[in-house]
């Protein structure tokens, strides 16, 4: 008898993003209220990073909370009911609870049914990451019947953030953003151009692990050392230097792969780290003036997973870019890890 063969998964030919939606928290940081932590200015602050105010989420604005807002304004967007939501991909790093996975409760909340449901790590590029494995899931079938993932990216960094830390203090911000992706007749997400440098870990990273942060109780001697919340560290030369310079390579490779040259662009999304970063890109990519840039990171701070979506939504609201323009995206950071592709904005 021969061998049966397995009868192969297929999806979608192709994909696009099919909505977009953002949630910002309520509470407003302006760079007057972080000068009370660290010796600075809002000079300095402005200048240096481009940043003006940040939002800071409340005990209520919960990783779940924001991104059920986020992906729900997506979904509305997309046009489809949430049972046809076949998976929901959270890329999130201050999701402080270290299981189960924060998807399950966002998918159910969602009313996604028994969708899949997961979170990744890729900090800065987790929403890159995320759209990545989404794209894969859809074309290889594995979407539920309708073929319809969301991509949520949230973080709540001043969760892990030391008010007190002059080079990070003034830089972190929280949101969520979300995108839902789903089959299409032409293409609408060209081939990824991304990676990790794990030579590199320690150029921004959580200051400990929780294992040690929290010392475990001792039965003999008793609860033991001094316990310190973690925060984010980092070495903001290094990150600026690879950034401008490396960065940059990937997101013209990321046009090249996508056979698109950067004056066809009608939107670059670059991750909103720092805002000399994103002129330095707009540089190295000579880029014409013609294409709008995201700046949101002037009120939003750097949201890390979060930042693409939420400057996405913004651009299209602001009516700087339009349904179906197209946008070079490039998330990159802590790992360190990137992910750059050309996109069709919803
Ligand atoms: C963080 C960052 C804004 C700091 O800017 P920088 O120019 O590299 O600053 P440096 O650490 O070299 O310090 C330069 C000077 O500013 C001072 N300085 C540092 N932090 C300061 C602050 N918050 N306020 C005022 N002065 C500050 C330093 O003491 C130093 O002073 P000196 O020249 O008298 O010695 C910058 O490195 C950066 O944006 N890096 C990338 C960070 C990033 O994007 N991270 C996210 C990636 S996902």
Same mark, same amino acid.
């Given at each position: 008898?021969?061998?049966?063969?397995?009868?192969?998964?297929?999806?979608?030919?192709?994909?696009?993003?099919?909505?977009?939606?953002? +949630?910002?928290?309520?509470?407003?940081?302006?760079?007057?209220?972080?000068?009370?932590?660290?010796?600075?200015?809002?000079?300095?602050?402005?200048?240096?990073?481009?940043?003006?105010?940040?939002?800071?989420?409340?005990?209520?604005?919960?990783?779940?909370?924001? $991104?059920?807002?986020?992906?729900?304004?997506?979904?509305?967007?997309?046009?489809?009911?949430?049972?046809?939501?076949?998976?929901?991909?959270?890329?999130?790093?201050?999701?402080?609870?270290?299981?189960?996975?924060?998807?399950?409760?966002?998918?159910?909340?969602?009313?996604?049914?028994?969708?899949?449901? *997961?979170?990744?790590?890729?900090?800065?590029?987790?929403?890159? +990451?995320?759209?990545?494995?989404?794209?894969?899931?859809?074309?290889?079938?594995?979407?539920?019947?309708?073929? +319809?993932?969301?991509?949520?990216?949230?973080?709540?960094? $001043?969760?892990?953030?030391?008010? @007190?830390?002059?080079?990070?203090?003034?830089?972190?911000?929280?949101?969520?953003?979300?995108?839902?992706?789903? =089959?299409?007749?032409?293409?609408?997400?060209?081939?990824?151009?991304?990676?990790?440098?794990?030579?590199?870990?320690?150029?921004?990273?959580?200051?400990?692990?929780?294992?040690?942060?929290?010392?475990?109780?001792?039965?003999?001697?008793?609860?033991?050392?001094?316990?310190?919340?973690?925060?984010?560290?980092?070495?903001?030369?290094?990150?600026?230097?690879?950034?401008?310079?490396?960065?940059?390579?990937?997101?013209?490779?990321?046009?090249?792969?996508?056979?698109?040259?950067?004056?066809?662009?009608?939107?670059?999304?670059? @991750?909103?780290?720092?805002?000399?970063?994103?002129?330095?890109?707009?540089?190295?990519?000579?880029?014409?003036?013609?294409?709008?840039?995201?700046?949101?990171?002037?009120?939003?701070?750097?949201?890390?997973?979060?930042?693409? =979506?939420?400057?996405?939504?913004?651009?299209?609201?602001?009516?700087?870019?339009?349904?179906?323009?197209?946008?070079?995206?490039?998330? *990159?950071?802590?790992?360190?890890? +990137?992910?750059?592709?050309?996109?069709?904005?919803?």
């Amino acid at each position: 008898m021969t061998t049966p063969q397995i009868k192969p998964a297929t999806g979608a030919a192709y994909t696009r993003i099919q909505g977009v939606g953002g +949630y910002r928290p309520s509470r407003v940081i302006p760079n007057a209220e972080v000068l009370n932590w660290i010796d600075s200015s809002d000079e300095w602050i402005r200048t240096r990073s481009g940043i003006t105010e940040r939002r800071w989420a409340t005990a209520e604005e919960t990783v779940a909370e924001m $991104s059920v807002q986020a992906a729900g304004k997506a979904i509305a967007m997309a046009g489809i009911a949430p049972e046809q939501i076949g998976g929901v991909i959270v890329a999130t790093v201050s999701h402080l609870k270290q299981t189960p996975a924060i998807a399950t409760e966002i998918a159910q909340r969602l009313g996604c049914g028994t969708a899949p449901a *997961f979170d990744i790590s890729a900090a800065c590029a987790g929403f890159g +990451y995320g759209l990545t494995l989404a794209d894969g899931l859809i074309r290889g079938g594995n979407a539920g019947a309708d073929g +319809y993932v969301v991509v949520i990216g949230v973080e709540r960094l $001043s969760d892990l953030t030391d008010i @007190h830390d002059r080079s990070t203090a003034f830089i972190f911000g929280d949101g969520a953003g979300a995108v839902v992706v789903g =089959p299409s007749d032409t293409p609408g997400i060209g081939k990824v151009v991304w990676g990790s440098d794990g030579s590199q870990a320690d150029v921004i990273s959580q200051t400990q692990a929780w294992d040690t942060a929290f010392a475990k109780p001792d039965a003999v001697n008793g609860a033991g050392e001094e316990t310190k919340w973690p925060a984010l560290r980092m070495e903001g030369q290094t990150v600026f230097r690879w950034a401008v310079w490396d960065m940059a390579r990937a997101a013209q490779q990321a046009l090249d792969a996508a056979g698109i040259t950067a004056d066809q662009l009608g939107a670059f999304i670059p @991750h909103q780290a720092n805002m000399r970063i994103i002129d330095a890109m707009i540089k190295a990519l000579k880029l014409p003036d013609s294409v709008p840039v995201a700046r949101d990171i002037a009120e939003t701070g750097n949201t890390s997973a979060a930042s693409i =979506p939420l400057a996405m939504e913004r651009m299209l609201q602001s009516g700087e870019a339009k349904s179906g323009d197209l946008a070079l995206i490039i998330g *990159f950071g802590a790992g360190l890890v +990137y992910a750059a592709a050309v996109v069709t904005l919803p």
